[in-house]
């Protein structure tokens, strides 16, 4: 793929070899995208924790997502949350929607929909602008609810992504005065609607996304990620959840994790959408039973592409522009 923006180039690996340990993964050297000759039913773009009014990063990981998009157009991209730092929004004027989005991601090879959740971050700010908010370009910014579905059909092929809130099941939150507006939350009521939801959904692939990870390699390891676990993990492994998307820990990590019942999870962080931190891998004892094992984990910008086909969908991890990760997704069982 040929990049136009050399200089955004030059500047991200500047950034990168600062911040950035080599990657843990197995096979990177040989990637190569598209992975496969044929074209995908959909492809997507998700990317987390990004909305900083333009700040550098995020301004190369916008033109690297703005090159793929325009080599490979694209059907939809998520948002795992963290949508505007630090405090969200007060109002569908505030000047972030043009700081942070619009003037950000404003290359028309960025107009698909943009389905979004919400982050801790954005709880600082109002809930109800991020759903009201109406973008002027495309109509793109996607938010009709706290938690939603959204199913896409194609040629016989059907994907259905389930958009869960998280942040009313990180517990600490009750207790922090920053969060007030989650304790207004229900959490019981959010996983009632959830097993309703997935007591019904059928498609031939269904994919969770969030913004808190359930585990991570990075700084909040273990206790710091329990929360979630506790509260999603059964449900995931009650419902056969093959693939987890979130976001908080910023960085790229890919994680496959046992869930009980017979059942594993690829557990994907893709956070990395401006600032980053130092990831690694699951160190022994961070995990009740250490049935979460790291695939791959980089401290650095990027995101992750899906490209959905009939009998397979390909997740790509990207950093400077180039795929560092890939990993298949089976279709779901009838």
């Known amino acids: 793929m040929k990049f136009k923006n050399l200089i955004a180039a030059a500047l991200f690996a500047a950034l990168a070899g600062c911040q950035s340990p080599e990657p843990k993964s197995a096979g990177s050297e040989s990637l190569s995208y598209p992975a496969r000759e044929d074209a995908p039913v959909f492809r997507a773009l998700i ?13 190369i990981t916008a033109q690297f997502m703005t090159d793929f998009a325009q080599a490979n157009p694209l059907d939809f991209i998520v948002s795992t949350g963290d949508n505007f730092y630090d405090n969200g929004v007060t109002s569908t004027t505030d000047a972030h929607w043009a700081g942070s989005f619009e003037e950000v991601y404003a290359d028309s ?5 943009w389905y979004v959740v919400l982050g801790n971050h954005d709880y600082r700010g109002s809930i109800e602008a991020q759903m009201d908010y109406r973008s002027p370009n495309s109509d793109r910014w996607k938010m009709p609810a706290k938690n939603y579905v959204k199913t896409w059909n194609e040629d016989g092929i059907t994907m259905a992504i389930v958009f869960i809130n998280t942040s009313p099941t990180e517990d600490k939150y009750y207790k922090e005065e920053q969060y007030r507006r989650v304790w207004r939350e229900d959490s019981a009521a959010q996983k009632k609607w959830f097993r309703a939801v997935m007591d019904t959904l059928k498609a031939d692939y269904r994919i969770v996304v969030g913004h808190h990870p359930l585990y991570s390699g990075g700084k909040r390891m273990g206790a710091k990620t329990q929360s ?3 509260h999603w993990g059964p449900l995931f492994a009650q419902y056969r959840v093959k693939t987890y998307l979130c976001g908080h820990e910023h960085d790229l990590q890919h994680i496959k994790a046992d869930l ?32 979460a094992k790291t695939l791959f984990s980089l401290s650095a910008n990027g995101f ?21 990760h890939q990993f298949t997704i089976n279709p779901d069982k009838p």
């Not at 990317?47 to 301004?59: A, S």
């Not at 090879?109 to 929909?113: K, R």
Request: aromatic share 6%; proline share 4%; no cysteine.
């Open 109 to 113: 090879a960025l107009f698909a929909p």
């Open 47 to 59: 990317v987390g924790d990004w909305g900083r009014m333009g700040i550098e990063p995020q301004k």
């Open 260 to 291: 009980g019942m017979g059942h594993s999870l690829d557990h994907v962080v893709t956070g990395a959408g401006s600032e980053i931190r130092k990831t690694g891998e699951i160190q022994a004892g961070a995990y009740e039973g250490d049935r």
């Open 228 to 230: 979630h676990l506790d």
């Open 304 to 324: 992750m592409t899906l490209d959905v086909h009939r009998d397979a969908a390909v997740a790509t991890l990207w950093s400077g522009g180039q795929p560092v």
